[in-house]
């Protein structure tokens, strides 16, 4: 698709909530919001100069495809956020923004954040093996002897939550009891269910396409009016998650990360890790967009210009 990169959203034209890494969040109506995907990209905590072509559009049609395809199926009854994926002709937004936005924006319910991070871990791996290693806990459960770098957790996947910190603040690991004190008892174990639920789900169909996810983040929020504990965000995305190539597989050492590799393994090459106002080479740029790609096609059996046929013009 011979799109531009969008690093800025920039909308004139709707209050802006919030402005993420990687999202800007525009208030669409009193109850509803307009989440849109800009196409930068982090790695090491740091954003890049410039952006990845498609990488936006990727997260957001890939987003709609775990809600409105695959999850329903498997999970029967879940709610979740997502109103559409086209701009309401009512919203006063200029047609040169509404094709910055094609394909990339998601109109969604507005709900009542809870805030912790609902993330579920199938494998150990990242600040969870660090901490096992120093104290044989994940999270502060205990977990059996002799678990090896990368290896699923034996008794099957456990969840894992943290805190959500503000605007630049670094999230906590703790305790799924702890989650249940900042939740409260009575959305507690919905969360924790629902969230185990669909990265089961989730897991068992991306392994079929040849995608390991690890691990994962949710995010849930509170439908004030009816009670009912609503996935919310974006959902099983390369930046919500960890995506690994199945066939490379092993247990004992790291794994290649699906789409962040190249860019990672370039950044330490050149002793640019961590350092602030990284521009990437083309050559770099094109081959995280084919990864985010190939991620996507593998795993919705469509390339992405399929899927943004699908969209209103
Ligand atoms: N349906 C919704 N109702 C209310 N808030 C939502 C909804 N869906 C997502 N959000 C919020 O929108 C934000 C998404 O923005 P974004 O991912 O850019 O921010 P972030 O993850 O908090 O920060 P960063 O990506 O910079 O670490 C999150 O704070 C999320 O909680
Ligand atoms: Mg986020």
């Not at 609902?118 to 660090?130: D, F, K, L, P």
């Amino acid at each position: 698709m011979a799109t531009s990169i969008v690093t800025s959203i920039g909308l004139k034209s709707l209050p802006l909530v919030a402005q993420g890494k990687v999202r800007e969040i525009y208030e669409a109506s009193d109850s509803s919001l307009l989440l849109v995907t800009s196409d930068r990209i982090s790695a090491y905590d740091v954003i890049l100069e410039n952006g990845v072509q498609d990488k936006g559009t990727v997260l957001t049609l890939l987003t709609n495809h775990w809600l409105n395809t695959v999850l329903p199926e498997h999970i029967p009854g879940l709610k979740h956020h997502l109103l559409s994926l086209n701009i309401p002709s009512t919203l006063n937004v200029s047609p040169e923004e509404r094709q910055r936005l094609r394909g990339r924006s998601m109109v969604v319910n507005k709900y009542r954040v809870f805030p912790i991070e609902a993330i579920v871990r199938g494998y150990i791996t990242g600040s969870s093996w660090a901490e096992y290693k120093q104290k044989g806990t994940v999270h502060g459960l205990p977990q059996p002897g002799g678990l090896e770098q990368c290896q699923a957790f034996p008794s099957g996947p456990i969840y894992t939550p943290s805190t959500k910190a503000p605007v630049g603040g670094k999230d906590e690991n703790i305790t799924p009891e702890h989650a249940r004190q900042i939740v409260g008892d009575k959305y507690a174990d919905k969360i924790e269910n629902l969230a185990l639920a669909i990265y089961k789900a989730a897991h068992a169909y991306a392994l079929e396409r040849g995608i390991i996810v690890a691990d994962t983040k949710f995010e849930f929020g509170l439908d004030e009016e009816t009670d009912e504990v609503v996935l919310i965000d974006e959902v099983l995305t390369p930046d919500s998650s960890r995506f690994w190539p199945a066939a490379d597989y092993a247990q004992g050492r790291d794994q290649k990360s699906f789409d962040k590799q190249y860019l990672r393994d370039w950044l330490t090459g050149q002793g640019l890790k961590g350092k602030e106002g990284v521009s990437m080479t083309e050559d770099v740029q094109a081959r995280t967009s084919a990864k985010y790609l190939e991620a996507f096609q593998r795993l919705t059996g469509e390339t992405l210009d399929q899927a943004l046929a699908k969209l209103e013009q």
